[in-house]
């Protein structure tokens, strides 16, 4: 009997199973990224397989899927698969695709993990002689050192992980000509940015880019809590269709609401004398010690808090209360490179517990965590489901979460939010309308890199708001009654020449009526000298 084949042995077979994944699915990823993630995986969520589907056809699309469920892998791992395949690009021209996070530490725990497939598939590659194309990522954050931000003008990598102002100032600046060759843009968090200001800012920030590029970039949306999904669909696309690939996987959650005295309504009695007043009026010697107990009876601990101010008080308690240091407190106010120590300790099951506000609600991956404990009431059900949801953050693993209520008032409204976080009763958000001061900031910025038509600039910012497609332009962007006339146009916005001139020295100025123009020069003799843009 000759030597068995390599499929002749069970594992093998597992393995060959697994790798046709992508084949079932109908998706065309190469051999070394199918093997990789066979290896890695045993199987495609419902949501990457919907997400791959989109993405492969290059269609927009917004990705709705429960934490833990792979969205993330799924917006890249089709652009990974496509950049390692495809010829090297010049060297200026190498930028295809851009993430955009809503946090600088959500951006650099993305380019972390970005590290695995990458290794993996290369990995993959050398086992079966296939030679791939290298793939460079880069982070510009504000908290990238200068020395790479220069770098980025001679040599932009192949993905770029950035955040919504950073984009901003991208594009106001020299290095937006690393720009220019950007096929995809994938915003993770969408639901982090799409109800406030800063998704307006992001929106314009998009339709900006696009106009650099030779054609539209492909937008990605993931989330795994917005509602409704239409109106994020019109955020993410503007004018442009977007898929929605809902996952109908639902995650199961622990939840409790846990109330560490006997009777709440007498916390504001006096002490009577002799006793200790601090236990007796104040619910906090309870919570810190119920805290303390849960922390010790799981591997890894996350707790939440509503503001900076708590916790770091409550860490400091935790840690009194245990006699030694179980807990650090992180929030946008603890300095990057603490931060990154107390993810890591915290991963590596060095630091029992963290205490931290919404810098680690995101997405990031905190590895495998056991329980999240909430001090008061989430802000709402979309934070709580984002926060409990950091434990058991896998696939087909269980979210374990307990809320302490601070008073009676609060325990009712925890009460209220844990049971809508059950049914997934999430709050509707509405993209921002008429936020001039964003407007102001963008026109400002785009006339001082370009000469801008006006109705050009006009349908560029009316572009980003998706209102062209539903015919209501006026209720997102306002246009003054003679928008039409360039010169009506170019004043509805004015700003005083001293205030143009402590901004910056250079200034487009608006002189003549049949002007439909800016011009970068200064105003000729006569001229009104006042700096003025709008659509």
Known sequence: MGPRSQFDRPEARVAAVRQDWAVAAGLPFSDPTREWFGSAFDRPTEAQTGAWKAISSGENALVVAPTGSGKT????????????????????????????????????????NLRSPLTGIEAAAARLGIELSPIIVGVRTGDTPPEDRRRMLTAPPDILISTPESLFLLL??????????????????????????RGAHLALSLERLDELLPAPAQRIGLSATVRPLDEIATFLGGGRPVTIVESRARKELDLSVVVPVEDMSRLDEVAPAGADAEERTSIWPAVERRVVDLIRAHHSTIVFTNSRRLAERLCARINDVAGEQIARAHH?????????????????????????????????????????????????????????????????????????????????ECAVVVERMREREIEHMRYPRNPLDVLAQHIVSMVAMDEWNVDHLEKVVIGSTGASARGAAHNVWPSPPAARSPTAACTAFSWPATAAASASSTRRWCTS????????????????????ATV
């Open 332 to 412: 946008g106010s603890v300095a990057r490179e603490q931060r990154m120590v107390i993810e890591e300790d915290l991963k590596q099951g060095r630091l029992p517990c963290v205490v931290a506000t919404s810098s680690l609600e995101l997405g990031i991956d905190m590895g495998l965590v056991d329980l999240v404990i909430q001090v008061e009431a989430p802000t709402s059900v979309a934070s709580g489901l984002q926060r409990i949801g950091r434990a058991g953050h896998h696939v087909d693993a269980v979210s374990r979460g307990i809320v302490f209520p601070k008073f009676r008032g609060d325990l009712l």
């Open 172 to 197: 106001t600046s020299q290095a937006r000509d690393a720009l220019r060759h950007i096929d995809a843009v994938i915003v993770d968090e969408v639901h982090a940015v799409a109800g406030t200001k």
């Open 73 to 112: 892998l799924a917006a890249f791992l089709w652009s990974i698969d496509r950049l390692a395949t495809a010829p090297v690009p010049p060297k200026k021209e190498r930028l295809r695709v851009l993430y955009i996070s809503p946090l600088k530490a959500l951006a650099v725990d993305v380019e972390r």
């Open 513 to 532: 009526p049949a002007s439909a123009t800016c011009s970068r020069s200064a105003p000729p003799r006569g001229a009104s000298r006042t700096s003025h």
